[in-house]
């Protein structure tokens, strides 16, 4: 998912280079933001996921552990 993003950004990013219409620097000018935006979200949606998994298999650790007491 993050790679497809990068290189989304990454095509706009070079196209935006070669386009000398204003509009046209705009409209990609704005995909690059979208792009951007997107990674970001994606990285902190991952990192939640990541965290809360690694805070559910510490708890269910802590039951386990209490529960054989």
């Keep these: 998912m ?3 993003l990068k290189r ?3 095509r706009a990013e070079e196209k ?3 386009v000398h219409d204003e509009k046209q620097k705009q409209q990609l000018k ?3 933001q ?3 935006n997107l990674i970001e979200y994606v990285e902190m949606y991952y990192d939640d996921v990541i ?3 690694i805070e559910h298999k ?3 650790e802590t039951i386990d552990k209490v529960a054989k007491t």
Excluded: R
């Design 8 to 10: 989304l950004k990454g």
């Design 58 to 60: 510490h708890m269910d």
């Design 51 to 53: 965290n809360n998994s």
């Design 30 to 32: 704005l995909e690059i």
């Design 34 to 36: 979208i792009a951007e």
């Design 2 to 4: 993050i790679s497809e």
């Design 16 to 18: 935006y280079a070669l």
